[in-house]
């Protein structure tokens, strides 16, 4: 059973930045970013393939988050910048022990891993 921990969430003003980090019990193929705002799904933000380092985005957070590793450790982050009121929402971390194909990082159930999330606030 793999565990996730994030940390890093928060408050911030619009336009403000933040870093959400996740740390595994074990080494994972395909890590990820979802969130889930006040009444509404929860949604794909990010992926990132370990093998070849592809990154995938939704369309929402492209060009103003970047999903990154750590070299050395089980750990993925999230770079949030550029943040709006609409960014707002618990930010869960997910992972799968393999290697997701382009048509799959996006669909929750393909992740069996998730951690507890984190809350990002954005105010206006």
């Excluded at 395909?30 to 070849?52: D, N, Y």
């Excluded at 369309?59 to 550029?82: A, C, H, P």
Aim: net charge neutral; proline share 2%; with cysteine.
């Amino acid at each position: 059973q793999v565990e996730l921990v994030e940390s890093g969430g928060g408050l911030v003003q619009a336009g403000g930045s933040l870093r959400l980090s996740c740390a595994a019990s074990e080494r994972i193929g395909t890590m990820a970013w979802f969130r889930q705002a006040p009444g509404k799904q929860r949604e794909f933000v990010a992926t990132l393939r370990r093998s070849g380092g592809s990154t995938f985005y939704a369309e929402s957070v492209e060009g103003r988050f970047v999903i990154s590793r750590d070299n050395t450790e089980n750990k993925w982050y999230l770079q949030m910048d550029s943040l709006k009121p609409e960014d707002t929402a618990r930010y869960y971390c997910a992972a799968a022990v393999n290697r997701l194909i382009n048509t799959a990082v996006a669909m929750q159930h393909m992740y069996p891993y998730w951690g507890q999330g984190t809350e990002v606030t954005v105010s206006s």
